[in-house]
Each structure stands twice: as C-alpha cells, then as structure tokens.
C-alpha cells in the first residue's frame, strides 16, 4: 500500500491518493495547522538550530491515522557517540509522540546516527560493509511477541474457554475512559473485571450503534468485493447473532494466519487472505457491516499458554426483541463469543488504537479471581501447594453385602 498527498497553498487542507493492489481512492482532509514530516524532522532542527535546553512543540503528520498529532521535544546534552565505525558529536534528542518516549541523537547536520525505541531497541548508523558483516547471537535474537508479553501474577488460569468471570489489577501505566467499560466489562479504580458476555442479559437499546455501520478509510464495508464475499460467507443463514457467528467461523477459515506488517484495510486482506489479529479484525468488522451488522475494533490484552498478549478483536451490536448489547467476537482465534480473558483498553480505529502502545513494556497485571464454570476440572501439574483448594475426593465403599469396587463379582 502507498499514500500520496498534497498540502493545498495554505498547508491546511491535504490530499490524499492511497493505492493498493485492490484499487485506489482519493480522500481529503482539513488540518489545523501546517505538519511537519517524520522523515525530515531531524534537517528540519538542524536548519532551525540546536542547542541544549530547547524545547519544541510540533504537530506531525502521523502515516498510520493521516492526521496531525502533536510531538514534544527537549534537546539535551551534546554528546559523543559512536557511529559508523568512529566517533561523531551529536545532540541528545528526547521526543515524545503517541505517548511514547524516544531519544535520538542528532549531528549538526541533521543527520540521525543513533535511536533508542520505548522498548529498548537501539539503533546505530553503519557503513554498509559494517552492518552486513555482524552477527546475531541466538540468545538475543528475541521474539517481539513475547518481548511483550505480561506474565501475571496470582492465581493461574487452566482454560480460558472454561472462565465466568475475572478480575485482573492492572498497574504500572495510567488507562481509563469510557472504553473500558460496558460489553460485559467494568472498570474499578485498576481493577478490570470482566463476566462472560453469554450469561448478561440485553439491556435497552444503544442508539449510536447504527453509527457502526458505515464505511471508514480502512474498512471499506460498501467495496463490492466485500460485500459480495460477505454475503456467501452467511448464505442460507438467518438472524443477525446466526450470521454474525457464521461470519466469525468463515474470516477464520479464510485467512492464512501469519505475523504482518501493514495498515489493515478490508479489502487488501481479502485480496491477500494473509495476516494477523489486525487483519482478521478489519475483515470482520467491514464484512459485518456490509451485512446490516454494527461492528467495531477493540484492542487490549487477551491471555494465552499462560500469559496476556496484545491482540485487537471485533465487538458487535446483537438485537433481539427490542433489546440489546455489544458483544466481543473473535475471528483470529475462532471463538463466538470471544472468552473473558479479553481486556480491552480502546476501541476505535488506529488513534484510538496508538493510545495503548505507551502501555507496552510497562503494564503490570495481576490477577485477583478467576471463577471457572461449575463442573470443569482443575489443572494440577504445575502447581505449588499454596495454590491449590481443598478437594473432596469420593474413596470406594463397600455396599452391604460386603463388596467393593474392586471386588469379584458374584456369580
């Protein structure tokens, strides 16, 4: 996918032309004021002069939501650092953008010769010669998914599938909002409990979900491909909790499930059938909508072999008899309703999306109460005693005539 745009003659008013294999669109968007560009931010500081103390505030244009957002920048000490195989001054730059804090360091000429990420990867400029010729070790080859995991504390859950209801304390970073509550999930104080949506009753009607209906730049529920492929996904299927439960079982099917790294859009993963939580979740919701569905993006946490991931899922709106309620759904891993170990903390496209990315490498959770379905049994291997409840184990009895479990029987 590219994006192409124009700043008309005022700089406040961009045009837009996105391209993907599936077609092209054009769309226009009025600004606040003149963006600056990530990629010449750096010569931008250089031309305009640093120095240490400066503290700068810019808007930015953000690739990932096509709008202005807003990035914060204080220079601090100027400092050697080593770079392309020698020594080079260079400015020590802290921004913040999105929430998340980076630091570069920036030469005279606005050149950038070594990054630090919010997660603690560090980059440093190379000579060809020299950044082909170095090794990983294996030991530090580390997964990026599971650099994010969170391990929680407290008691352990066997099986997601079998949870009623959790309460989870989430701490380390700030978070609040309306997002975290409703559709089966409360919020208290740091506290997230979260109940089984399959055991709430419907409430009154929510008078905004029609406006989960329409089509978005990313979800593109009025292309024809879409609509044409929702349609076969729930032919010969009535009622719109059957059709929607149907839809989760085809997107999951659909798609091939692998790691990418893109900007979702509807109808490019139904061109390549390829992708991740994103993708599944972008297909869904465009494909729910085109069906009369109201459908919306959640992200947050979902616990999987015994940790809690990033992931995004769909939500939609279920009406029966006048009454209603938002319900999570999850095509990525095939489950209608999604299970309660989902925690969202956004919903909405991706700037509401970026608002959980300062969370990454800094949430903590520990959790207070997992209450199981009456009847499922209990993992035992792995446990300490401290974790364990008392059991009552049935011991075999003899009956009155004398007789065992064991014993022989009569003849």
């Not at 294996?138 to 929680?152: C, F, K, N, R, Y």
């Not at 349609?231 to 059957?242: S, T």
């Not at 972008?282 to 959640?298: D, E, F, K, T």
Request: charged share 25%; glycine share 10%.
């Amino acid at each position: 996918m590219s994006v192409k745009g124009a700043l008309g003659n005022d700089g406040r008013r961009l045009d837009l032309t996105v391209e993907t294999p599936s077609g092209k669109r054009t769309e226009s968007r009025d600004l606040p004021e003149p963006p600056a560009l990530s990629l010449n931010l750096s010569r931008r500081l250089a031309a305009e002069g640093l120095a240490t103390g400066q503290h700068r505030e810019l808007a930015v244009f953000d690739p990932a939501t096509l709008r202005n957002a807003p990035m914060s920048l204080d220079v601090q000490a100027r400092e050697i650092v080593r770079a392309a195989g020698r020594p080079m001054p260079a400015f020590k730059v802290r921004m913040q953008f999105g929430g998340l804090v980076s630091t570069s360091w920036i030469t005279d000429l606005g050149e950038v010769v070594r990054e630090e990420s919010p997660m603690g990867l560090i980059v440093v400029k190379e000579t060809r010669d020299r950044a082909t010729a170095l090794a990983v070790p294996g030991e530090i080859q580390t997964d990026m998914l599971e650099a994010a995991a969170i391990v929680p504390a407290g008691p352990k859950i066997d099986d997601p599938a079998t949870v009623e209801r959790l309460r989870v304390r989430l701490e380390g970073v700030e978070f609040g909002g309306p997002d975290l509550t409703g559709g089966g999930q409360s919020l208290a104080g740091n506290v997230i409990e979260v109940r089984d949506s399959r055991t709430l009753p419907l409430g009154p009607p929510d008078p905004d979900a029609r406006n989960y209906l329409a089509a978005e730049p990313f979800l593109e529920s009025d292309a024809p491909e879409v609509r044409a492929e929702a349609a076969k996904a729930v032919e010969g299927v009535e009622g719109g909790r059957a059709r929607a439960e149907r839809l989760v079982r085809y997107v999951n099917a659909l798609l091939e499930k692998k790691p990418t790294v893109s900007l979702p859009s509807a109808r490019e993963v139904l061109r390549t059938k390829v992708g991740d939580c994103n993708e599944h979740t972008a297909l869904y919701v465009a494909m729910a909508r085109s069906l009369g569905i109201p459908a919306r993006i959640a992200v947050g946490l979902v616990h999987l072999h015994g940790a809690f991931y990033y992931h995004a899922w769909p939500e939609i709106y279920v009406e029966e008899r006048g009454r209603g309620a938002w319900m999570p759904v999850d095509p990525t891993l095939n489950q209608f309703p999604a299970d309660v170990t989902h925690l969202r903390l956004a919903r909405g496209g991706l700037e509401r999306q970026a608002m959980i990315l300062p969370m990454i490498g800094h949430a903590r959770l520990r959790v207070l109460d997992v209450q199981v379905a009456p009847g499922s049994t209990p993992v035992l291997v792995g446990r300490t005693a401290s974790d364990m409840r008392p059991m009552d184990i049935p011991l075999p009895r003899r009956d009155g005539g004398g007789r065992g479990c064991w014993s022989r029987p009569p003849r």
